[in-house]
């Protein structure tokens, strides 16, 4: 599946290439980008890709270099092609700096369109202190041989109306929620699987803000079709990642009043809780 | 405790009088408000209060009435007195609209300097469909009369170095979560109780926001002291609560690098999980 050699670093990369920014001349804070139709589901721009393309930007414009929280409001899809992102300082401290960046395209009469807006806080995780006082666990799910991915035949289909970044992606869900790809449904707002980018970079975290967002909908083992666009998606970054894949544990607890919620949780091969995050999604208008 | 006459009505109570901002002339989009010293604890203004009355702006501001995701990044604290706040349209549509808001006071040589800065998506939560598919049940805590108010005397202390915003909450706490008011912490970071504003007004969208962040913090039955500064909270609101006080559970799964994760539910009278929130906080800095 992997397009590019096999094992790309952090920094060359079709991820790295795909989220790359450049400072428009004479423009402080703004950068160029070309969303990259590699990252497209149904036509639709992979919403965390996105989120990572808005992360570098804002890691270039802000005195520190990591994202530690990012809230993201989608506002308009995006398509496959040019865009710009706009920066502003929000605020600069010492450990913390909180940057605002917009995503916007070109409506066919050249106005811009916003696509996402972002506040962000960022710092630097090398930094902090490397205290741990968790009750959190990783997700119980199989060894990576035991998940499966698209390769382990028409029972295991790729996501309905797949497209080009399931090539991009090396996931292996656990084979407890993947009943929906064979009309069985478990039932429960639950979505396991091992994550990693198939041309074999490792995890940082700008990848980590493509990771939570990258597994199939929980609402498809709710026995639900069609698509959860995302209103709002906040991601923490509490560490950095080990190389190596990640696991990935998304459970939807309330669907409701046409909405859900999507909370994920990552965890990387040294047992870390990498990143947490949260989304609001509307709900699929069909059922099963 | 209450200090207004018993029994508030939504629209005219202290938290009401509290909020109320006021649209400058001849400025659209920007509003006059004043922190009020009553919601302050050890002189800092709760990040509940303030998310209300952002909320409040942007509700006046936007086309559609109701808080349905907010995401907040605190950037300095806030003090009681003047303050103003600025919202900007972002985008609007016919069932959402986005906004940003400022909340900024004013530094000895009267510039501005921005205390938090929201993205918030707003709808109409009457015009939510009611379906409902949710596996999420109503945290376990013993019922009103066996929680823990300050009244029950010096067993259960109000939270330390108390001021004012106690007297405006009637909060009862689970006896399973006070164990650090007797210096014995569960060490479990959980926080569980039932919330009320103390005039007897009922709890309404805006009031959802000051409750998400209302309890005392995790990080006490973990047994570390001091504060839990907020960087960022992020709230969903999913349904117009009912009359009544509501029921709280907080939880914090991964403190490490000096910051953790409050996760916040909030119950109606009917059953229902009427909010969700996220924040990440800095650590306390003090062991027990």
């Given at each position: 599946m992997a397009t590019a050699p096999a094992q790309a670093t952090i920094g060359d990369s079709e991820f790295d290439r795909d989220t790359a920014v450049t400072p428009r001349p004479g423009e402080p804070g703004t950068f160029d980008a070309e969303l990259s139709a590699g990252w497209t589901i149904i036509r639709a721009v992979n919403g965390g890709y996105l989120l990572a393309l808005l992360g570098r930007a804002l890691g270039q414009a802000?005195?520190?270099?990591?994202?530690l929280t990012v809230s993201a409001h989608y506002l308009t899809p995006s398509v496959a092609g040019p865009a710009v992102i706009r920066t502003q300082t929000v605020r600069t401290g010492r450990t913390l700096s909180t940057g605002q960046a917009s995503l916007l395209q070109y409506a066919e009469d050249g106005t811009e369109v916003e696509r996402i807006r972002v506040l962000a806080t960022y710092g630097d995780l090398d930094a902090l202190p490397d205290d741990v006082r968790t009750t959190a666990v990783p997700p119980a799910m199989p060894p990576h041989e035991q998940c499966l991915g698209p390769s382990d035949g028409p029972s295991v289909p790729p996501i309905p109306g797949s497209s080009d970044i399931t090539e991009r992606l090396d996931i292996r869900l656990d084979p407890a929620t993947v009943g929906w790809a064979v009309g069985a449904p478990s039932g429960r707002g639950e979505m396991r699987g091992w994550f990693g980018l198939a041309d074999g970079r490792d995890p940082d975290p700008l990848s980590l803000l493509l990771t939570v967002d990258a597994l199939p909908p929980t609402s498809f083992e709710l026995g639900l079709k069609g698509w959860t666009p995302t209103v709002e998606l906040n991601v923490h970054v509490r560490c950095r990642p080990a190389p190596g894949p990640l696991r990935v544990a998304i459970t939807t607890r309330n669907l409701a009043g046409g909405f859900l919620e999507e909370d994920a949780e990552v965890w990387d091969t040294a047992g870390r809780l990498v990143a947490q995050s949260r989304q609001l999604a509307a709900s699929p208008r069909g059922d099963a």
């Open positions: 802000l005195p520190h270099p990591d994202p």
